[in-house]
């Protein structure tokens, strides 16, 4: 069965910058064949999940939600079967755990990823 571990959540000044990583394991051959996408959603105390980023992995693409376009890039090492998510200007309203899935569809919709990490904290201090 495929497991997703997220790592390199962490406490940080506004205005600063982490790095997330998910790091996928338990597909027999390559990544890519199974699981189409993966992608990061996050949730903060007392909110709904909130979709971030996703992108497959055998294309060169990804998309963002509004709230976080230009201040977070994703990025995959195929080899590693490793995304990542790299995050700057990061603002108190960041705080949440933020959450790794795969699914067969690059999709916004948390319902469409059937595999999920543990999540990891992140906390943006004002």
């Known amino acids: 069965q495929v497991q997703l571990v997220e790592s390199g959540g962490g406490l940080v000044q506004a205005g600063g910058s982490l790095r997330l990583s998910c790091a996928a394991s338990?597909?027999?051959?390559?990544?890519?064949?199974?699981?189409?996408?993966m992608a990061w959603f996050r949730q903060a105390p007392g909110k709904e999940r909130e979709f971030v980023a996703t992108?497959?992995?055998?294309?060169?693409?990804?998309f963002y939600a509004d709230s976080v376009k230009g201040r977070i890039t994703l990025t995959r090492d195929n080899v590693a079967n490793k995304v990542y998510l790299q995050m700057t200007s990061l603002k108190p309203e960041d705080t949440a755990v933020y959450y790794c899935a795969a699914g067969d569809l690059m999709t916004s919709d948390e319902h469409d990823y059937s595999t999920w990490g543990q999540g990891t904290q992140v906390t943006v201090s004002s």
């Open positions: 992108s497959s992995w055998r294309r060169g693409s990804e």
């Open positions: 338990g597909c027999k051959y390559d990544t890519s064949f199974c699981m189409y996408a």
